[in-house]
């Protein structure tokens, strides 16, 4: 499985957009880069996945360069509710057998002040 | 839909004690993982079962962690005997058979043992 290096905490004021680098030089063809939420006393919770070039839903955006050795998981306009750990993954889809393998790393605590 | 449940929520032990956790995926979700989480770190992946085969148990501490998935729905993860280092969350999570392209997984709230 391809390692992934995020930084460690950032620090955001209420209002500004948030963007969270995540570096995973040996990312492997068939990997797909999923980003996790995590609150305090909670366990971990889908924001967004994809594979290439530019995915958006609800929640955040999510921009992986043509290269795809790196993403940037980028969240507009935080409040303080969006004060987690974020896990940046990169899961295998294991198609033969129709699983994932879900392996998560350190993770970057965000912070959102007032 | 019902998430994933788990039970119990916290749970404190004496070194050398047993425990056990049990984990109700989502109906119908093939794919069900258990992780260890100590605080101030990521989950750590112990095992994982497809249906009610074991996929990967690379990390299971086998000398005293044990976990079986009863008809490929329910789950329990045994610890026996516990140490202190055992001190964690333990979070279940489950996904549905990958028909298309998904790699979201649904976790449960976690149970809190803390070994005294």
């Known amino acids: 499985l391809a390692k992934t290096t995020q930084p460690i905490s950032m620090d955001s004021y209420e209002g500004q957009e948030v963007n969270i680098t995540c570096s995973h030089n040996?990312?492997?063809?068939?990997?797909?880069i999923t980003w996790y939420q995590q609150f305090p006393s909670q366990g971990p919770r889908f924001i967004i996945q994809?594979?290439?070039t530019k995915v958006t839903n609800e929640v955040a955006s999510l921009f992986i360069p043509a290269d795809r050795k790196s993403s940037t998981l980028s969240l507009p306009r935080v409040s303080l509710s969006d004060t987690a750990v974020y896990y940046c993954?990169?899961?295998?889809?294991?198609?033969?057998?129709?699983?994932?393998?879900?392996?998560f790393g350190a993770g970057t605590r965000l912070a959102v002040h007032p | 839909e019902a998430g994933v449940a788990q039970s119990p929520r916290y749970k404190i032990i004496e070194k050398r004690q047993s425990v056990a956790f049990w984990c109700n995926p989502i109906?119908?979700?093939?794919?069900l993982y258990w992780y260890q989480q100590i605080l101030g770190q990521g989950p750590k992946l112990l095992i994982q079962f497809q249906n009610n085969g074991v996929v990967d148990d690379s990390q299971l501490p086998k000398d005293r962690f044990s976990a079986e998935r009863l008809k490929g729905v329910d789950s329990t993860l045994k610890i026996q005997p516990a140490k202190l280092e055992d001190s964690a969350v333990y979070l279940c999570a489950s996904s549905p058979r990958t028909q298309g392209i998904s790699t979201e997984a649904f976790f449960g709230q976690g149970t809190r043992l803390t070994v005294v």
């Open positions: 109906s119908g979700h093939a794919t």
């Open positions: 040996n990312i492997a063809t068939n990997d797909y």
């Open positions: 994809g594979y290439k």
């Open positions: 993954l990169v899961g295998v889809l294991m198609f033969s057998g129709g699983y994932n393998k879900l392996i």
